[in-house]
Structure formats: structure tokens, C-alpha cells
């Protein structure tokens, strides 16, 4: 019989073989299109993460709304070492450490399909759209699998 730890990693293996298949087949139907997806999906992980784990956006602070995001991803949820965000005029930037979907990252790579559902970018990307009421688009995606680290940005419109 498996252990605890043992559960908790295979669990994490299959969310890990979800998000794969899934991402893959999304690029498989629609392409570069399929980063258009992203924002739905991102919606819906916000409202997650508001009903379960009481992530607040309305009259917060955009900067605190973004600090807890990765509060919650870092200190609650584990699935990271490390996550910064700086907000600069209209460029939201984010450096995700040792993130536990790297590996996914790095076989979606090897296959030829840009990253897309980073639940960093995708949730700090609605919770800015819901707070101030505009648009936001992804301007960078990069995985360092040397580092163990993401840089991602988006832009608020």
C-alpha cells in the first residue's frame, strides 16, 4: 500500500498528465490560438481561488493582489519555491522558481508547443483584468529548465 507521500506524488503526476494532455491537445486543434484560451481558463482558476483559499480582488490594491497570489501558490499551495511579481506602469512581470509543473513545461517544449496554462500567469492576468476592468496580453513566456525558473509578463490594456 502507497504511503501519504507516495499518494501526494502521484497525484501531482496525474494533475501533471492533465494539464499536459490537455494543453497539448488544445495546440493540437488550434495553435498559436490557443493562447486566447488562456483567458477563460485563467477566470475560472481565479474564481477558484476567491470561493476556496479567500483571495480577495475588489478594492485591493492591484500590487497586494498580486503578492498574495503568490503567497497563496508559494506558502499554501507549495507548488513553487520562489514566485516574484513587479508591476511597472502596464507590465506585469513574474519569476516562478522551482515550480512543480516545470517538468510538464519542459515535455510541452520538447513536443513544439509553447507553454499557455501557467496558473501564475493565467490567475495574476484575471485577477488585474477583474480589478481594473481591462484587457491583458501575454508578452512572455520563457522556461529556463537550467535554472528551474519561469519569467512571464503580461501586459494590462
Keep these: 500500500m502507497a504511503t501519504e507521500e507516495e499518494k501526494k ?5 496525474i494533475n501533471a498528465m492533465i494539464i499536459y ?3 497539448k491537445g488544445l ?4 495553435g498559436d490560438s490557443a493562447l486566447a484560451v ?21 478594492g485591493e490594491d492591484p500590487q497586494d493582489v498580486l503578492t498574495e497570489i503568490g503567497r497563496i501558490f508559494v506558502d499554501e ?4 519555491l520562489r514566485f516574484d511579481i513587479t ?20 515535455d510541452l517544449i520538447s513536443a513544439g508547443i509553447k507553454p499557455f496554462m501557467c496558473p501564475y500567469l ?6 488585474m483584468r477583474k480589478r481594473l476592468g481591462g484587457k491583458t496580453r501575454i508578452s512572455k513566456i520563457e522556461v529556463d529548465t537550467e535554472a528551474r525558473k519561469c519569467s512571464l509578463q503580461f501586459e494590462l490594456m
Design 9 to 13: 506524488r502521484n497525484l501531482a503526476r
Design 21 to 23: 494532455g490537455l494543453e
Design 27 to 30: 495546440w493540437d486543434l488550434l
Design 38 to 58: 488562456s483567458t477563460t481558463v485563467g477566470e475560472g482558476m481565479l474564481e477558484v481561488m476567491e470561493k476556496t483559499m479567500g483571495l480577495e480582488i475588489a
Design 77 to 80: 499551495i507549495g507548488i513553487a
Design 87 to 106: 508591476k511597472e506602469d502596464t507590465t506585469v512581470g513574474l519569476v516562478v522558481e522551482h515550480c512543480v509543473l516545470l517538468r510538464t513545461e519542459e
Design 122 to 127: 493565467n490567475i495574476a492576468a484575471a485577477a
